[in-house]
Nanobody
Framework: QVQLVESGGGLVQPGGSLTLSCAAS????????MGWYRQAPGKQRELVAD???????NYADSVKGRFTISRNNAKNSVYLVMNSLKFEDTAVYYC????????WGQGTQVTVSS
């Protein structure tokens, strides 16, 4: 079955950086647009960035210029490099297929705090 395992979160100061990783299995990874999503306390889950099979990317306005999504189809993995982190980036981050959502993984917590 489809499995999505996120990792790489942590506690970071404002202005800091983190790199998230997502390992996918159970489907033909290279066929799917993949996305990173986040859910902050008390808020709806939102799409942060997505990437298609050939590397075309899209970003939410709130992260444009600070976050970079990438993928490695040979490793069935998608990544999110987060720079210049802000307090408002604090959330649980998830990866998933962009247009045909699978069951959500456990996510990885990102906390931006001084």
């Amino acid at each position: 079955q489809v499995q999505l395992v996120e990792s790489g979160g942590g506690l970071v100061q404002p202005g800091g950086s983190l790199t998230l990783s997502c390992a996918a299995s159970g489907f033909t990874f290279s066929n799917y647009v993949m996305g990173w999503y986040r859910q902050a306390p008390g808020k709806q889950r939102e799409l942060v960035a997505d990437i298609n099979s050939i590397g075309t990317t899209n970003y939410a306005d709130s992260v444009k210029g600070r976050f970079t999504i990438s993928r490695n189809n040979a490793k069935n993995s998608v990544y999110l490099v987060m720079n210049s982190l802000k307090f408002e980036d604090t959330a649980v981050y998830y990866c998933n297929r962009r247009y045909s959502l699978a069951s959500w993984g456990q996510g990885t917590q990102v906390t931006v705090s001084s």
